[in-house]
């Protein structure tokens, strides 16, 4: 019974180890390459088969990733667990709880330190490993020895006594688990707050017409009733993320280069310092994400910093016979698309007046003006003029998404606003990449009679979505449907599809009433 009990304590002590050294991880690195989840991950995803990754990205989407995630976490914290409970064990009989810790401190060190290959970051797992055991580890020593005692002893007058220092023992042993808990509770808070977006553009009179663009985008906006809808441009912390790596490549401007490579004339690398001294424009350019579905989320709208990309290409004078180009990023992404699209291309190292955010690309993202988000390579390194057609890493996984946007207009749930008169608000954004929107048709009978929506002010971008808003006498429920017209004329398809391969189409429905 007290074996068991005790079996109980070290284990739950060894848990919450491995959690204070996770969360440790978690304090100094964040989200990081040096986060000691992401080599643990890297090793789950690679060691599942193939088609079971491609069945889960196809059926489970981001709940995907949430399961590999919380695998690699359960995973973490049993490996470091299982290294302090032999810490723990070290520690007993005798009161010997500083080796236990200073044994569980160095192996759980030596075993970050290999997996990150960051061995000054995996002292954030080892500390507060060590110390976990520590006041874990002398509580339970002092009562393994006095259970010891009882049992060699008799029973019956010993057993009082025992039962009163198992009761000790589980308090503290609720009380490292409740701490280990707080501490990484208190991580997660705490580099919340350490890491921000928030640097503005290094070069201050760089950012200077970002913010310009800024203010004429925000007078260009419509105003709606609801606070929850994006303007004409999504806050960075909103904007949409998809990225084939679960943690972000790290690269600073001063390692950062971009090099053209295969077919050219000449090959050329081009710097950061070299990048930011060309011609600099402050673009808005939408993004959106073949893999969503018709009014899903992956649509969003940033003024971004750069410089295009056409004097370079030229610079390097591109000679392949399929006149296509490779783009890779340091994550080890890669897409497929002709030289021409590229041409009109812009390579983008500010985001909304601040720096291009880790998770968007830092320090330099392309952005090609009307095709799918997929297009758009962040942490680009590499761009390689190729003699014959390659696939993607999506098109070899099925996608056709290098082409030309599809046409649609949204209506996400935060566009149906009742106003105070009674009257319902519809609102929400158009994209029609580079042909533009030209009009938003809303019906609320379900489509047998239509009415023109009021639109946002156009803009000069060639690449950028327009707000719409229609507001209507409700009266029992309504069935709303929204179309787009895009600048060629041509409407929104409306023949349903699945976003596989080559992006949704049709028109988005919604009961409202
Ligand atoms: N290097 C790299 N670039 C990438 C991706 C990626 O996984 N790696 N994802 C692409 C996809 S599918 C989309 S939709 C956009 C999303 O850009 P965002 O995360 O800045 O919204 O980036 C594209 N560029
Ligand atoms: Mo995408």
Not at 86 to 102: K, M, N, Q, T
Not at 330 to 356: C, H, I, K, S, T
Not at 449 to 478: C, E, I, N
Request: net charge negative.
């Amino acid at each position: 019974m007290m074996d068991v009990t005790e079996r109980r304590d070290r284990v739950l002590a060894a848990v919450a180890a491995g959690i204070a050294g996770v969360a440790g991880s978690y304090l100094v690195t964040g989200w990081s390459p040096s986060f000691v989840i992401r080599p643990v991950d890297q090793a789950i995803v690679n060691l599942t088969p193939g088609p079971v990754v491609t069945f889960a990205i196809e059926t489970l989407g981001d709940a995907g990733h949430l399961i590999h995630i919380a695998m690699a976490f359960a995973f973490a914290i049993g490996l470091f667990g299982a290294v302090a409970f032999a810490g723990i064990r070290l520690a007993e009989p005798a009161d010997r709880s500083l080796v236990g810790a200073a044994a569980t401190g160095a192996a759980s060190w030596l075993l970050a330190a290999g997996l990150t290959g960051d061995p000054a970051q995996a002292l954030g797992v080892a500390l507060p490993a060590a110390v976990v055991v520590v006041v874990a580890g002398s509580g339970a020593s002092s009562a393994g020895l006095q259970s010891s005692e009882s049992a060699s002893e008799s029973d019956s007058p010993a057993v009082g006594a025992s039962t009163a220092a198992v009761d000790g023992v589980r308090r503290r042993t609720l009380g490292t688990v409740a701490g280990a808990l707080g501490f990484a509770a208190a991580a997660a808070v705490g580099r919340r707050s350490l890491a921000s977006d928030d640097e503005t553009l290094a070069d201050a009179p760089r950012s200077e017409g970002a913010t310009a663009r800024l203010r004429e985008l925000d007078s260009a906006s419509l105003a709606v009733e609801s606070d929850d809808l994006h303007g004409m441009v999504s806050r960075i912390g909103e904007f949409y993320n998809v990225d084939i790596a679960e943690f972000d490549p790290e690269v600073t401007a001063t390692e950062w280069s971009l090099t053209f490579t295969g077919e050219t004339g000449s090959e050329r690398t081009v710097s950061f310092d070299e990048l930011i001294d060309r011609p600099v424009e402050h673009r808005a350019v939408t993004l959106r994400c073949v893999g969503e579905d018709l009014n899903g989320r992956k649509l969003d709208n940033a003024v971004w910093t750069g410089t295009p990309i056409r004097p370079l290409l030229e610079s390097v004078d591109p000679e392949g016979d399929c006149n296509c180009a490779m783009l890779r990023g340091e994550d080890g992404y890669y897409v497929q698309f002709p030289v021409d699209v590229l041409a009109e291309g812009f390579l983008a190292w500010g985001m909304n007046g601040r720096e291009l955010p880790t998770g968007h690309g830092h320090p330099v993202r392309v952005l090609i003006p009307g095709h799918w988000g997929e297009t758009n390579v962040k942490w680009l390194s590499e761009i390689e003029l190729l003699n014959v057609e390659e696939d993607g890493y999506w098109e070899e996984r099925g996608w056709e998404g290098t082409g030309e946007v599809k046409t649609v207009a949204k209506l996400w749930d935060e566009g149906i606003t009742e106003l105070d008169d009674g009257r319902i608000e519809l609102a929400g954004h158009a994209y029609a990449g580079t042909r533009g929107i030209e009009r938003v048709e809303v019906s609320t009978d379900g489509g047998d009679s239509w009415t023109d929506a009021a639109l946002s002010d156009p803009l000069p971008d060639g690449d950028v979505w327009r707000q719409w808003r229609h507001v209507f006498d409700p009266g029992g429920t309504h069935e709303v449907v929204v179309r787009a017209v895009d600048g060629t004329g041509a409407r929104q398809l409306r023949e349903p599809s699945d976003p596989s391969p080559t992006g949704a189409s049709g028109w988005i429905r919604r009961t409202v009433g």
